[in-house]
């Protein structure tokens, strides 16, 4: 007789649960969250003039008396559901900084925006995918110093676990780039204030009375690229000095503000703070740098406003997958969970510079350690401006309000009094097997959703 598996007999145990209902009331209403959040306690809701109680709920009648919520991971290998939630938070969340909507007036699809990529310097030659052409076809290349061959003939397909790995592990600057990866939010900074300083140069102006006439705003997010160096796709919007709710000067414009974007980039140069252990590094800004204009009219040339919303929505809920080049979901805390980590070769090399850079007294400020599994980026995957749009706390408000039905008369003049505290997360197998279910349901009937929308829409 064949022996029940783990999650075979946990979906014993719970359909003999009499409380099963209610917990598939509690997973559907995390929208399948694979890793939910355990909270126990109370909350008593009290008439603010006699002190009656109006409104009670307790978690001990639940199944394990326990309230399931979504964790709000981003990462669709963590948390398909949640990321997919927070995809759609981050669609519209740039979309409103391109077309307007959400406390953002739509007059700022005429304000100059252009879709700019930022990406990292070579810190040695990597093998690539060429578009069917040959990796890197040196002529008398030669070899390193190690006896590494620095050419290659081969031509690479996309998904070759080559592309991105370094022709000699022993020549690459792996120090040089984990600290540029730490020190990427100085040089997104350095970048911002120069553009100010050009535009001032080009208006012949202080900067201080040119930031009295524009303000620059910009939405952010950062991508791993194959070798393991991020790169930033940004949206940066040019507004009047009050924001978006003011026209920016007429005398800038989108071919204007792409010339000084170019020379504001080209001209960061830092240094990183001296240590004995290493000395000093420049920092600057890869010579690939990517200016598209974005459509405020129907140019095919241009692009979509949209499109870009969803590009950005994508790369932020990417998660480390299993030998992908952006490290783990979590951070290590030993070399042994870096030896063990699944990730390339090349990925292991870059977790142990910042273990090995961690452990020299005058970087301790860096955290590198606690950084080793994102490869010493630091940063959030994605950053705004303050006024460029609304925010993700607002979105989450405004959906929170929409399913809540509003309170009547009596619960208005009220007082609450909570008691939660956190017990645990994720589920057990069983349950998670229920949850991956529901969240695999939700997703088909939206599919199903906008594919009758989009046919009630060629229809009309």
């Not at 304000?111 to 578009?131: C, E, K, M, Y």
């Amino acid at each position: 007789m064949r022996q029940l598996s783990e999650t075979d007999r946990d979906l014993v145990r719970l359909a003999n649960d009499p409380r099963l209902g209610r917990l598939l009331e509690q997973i559907a209403a995390t929208g399948g969250c694979a890793q939910p959040i355990h909270l126990t306690g109370s909350t008593t809701i009290y008439d603010a003039g006699t002190g009656g109680v109006l409104r009670h709920y307790d978690t001990a009648a639940e199944p394990g008396e326990r309230l399931l919520v979504r964790c709000r991971n981003r990462r669709a290998t963590v948390c398909p559901a949640c990321s997919r939630l927070h995809a759609g938070d981050t669609y519209h969340l740039v979309r409103a900084g391109l077309l307007g909507g959400k406390s953002v007036p739509a007059e700022i699809r005429e304000h100059p925006r252009l879709f700019v990529t930022f990406t990292a310097p070579s810190f040695g030659p990597v093998h690539r995918a060429n578009d069917g052409r040959p990796c890197r076809p040196r002529r008398s290349a030669g070899t390193c110093e190690h006896g590494r061959s620095r050419t290659c003939q081969s031509i690479h397909a996309e998904g070759d676990l080559l592309v991105g790995q370094p022709f000699c592990p022993d020549c690459y600057d792996y120090v040089g780039h984990v600290l540029w990866h730490t020190h990427a939010g100085r040089l997104w900074k350095a970048f911002t204030d120069n553009l100010y300083n050009h535009l001032a140069t080009r208006a012949g102006r202080t900067r201080n009375a040119l930031r009295r006439s524009l303000r620059i705003s910009y939405a952010k997010v950062a991508e791993y690229q194959q070798r393991g160096a991020i790169h930033l796709h940004a949206v940066i919007r040019l507004d009047g000095a009050c924001g978006p709710d003011s026209e920016p000067p007429a005398w800038v414009g989108p071919d204007m503000l792409a010339e000084v974007i170019r020379t504001a980039a080209a001209a960061v140069h830092l240094r990183t703070p001296y240590s004995a252990a290493l000395g000093e590094h420049g920092l600057a800004w890869g010579t690939q740098l990517d200016v598209r204009p974005l459509r405020s009219l129907d140019d095919p040339n241009e692009l979509a406003d949209e499109a870009v919303a969803a590009y950005v929505a994508k790369y932020v809920t990417k998660g480390a997958a299993e030998g992908s080049a952006s490290g783990t979901d979590r951070r290590v805390t030993s070399v042994d969970d870096i030896d063990h980590a699944p990730v390339t070769p090349h990925v292991r090399s870059l977790m142990r510079a910042c273990w090995r850079l961690g452990g020299i007294s005058e970087l301790r400020s860096l955290r590198l350690r606690a950084w080793a599994h994102t490869l010493g980026y630091r940063g959030h995957i994605l950053t705004k401006s303050r006024r460029y749009s609304t925010t993700y706390a607002a979105l989450r408000a405004e959906r929170a309000a929409y399913r809540q039905p509003e309170a009547s008369a009596e619960e208005r003049d009220t007082t609450v009094e909570v008691h939660w505290r956190y017990v645990g997360s994720g589920h057990s197998p069983g349950a998670a097997l229920i949850a991956a279910g529901i969240a695999e349901d939700l997703a088909r009937n939206r599919e199903i959703a906008r594919d009758d929308a989009l046919a009630r829409g060629d229809a009309g």
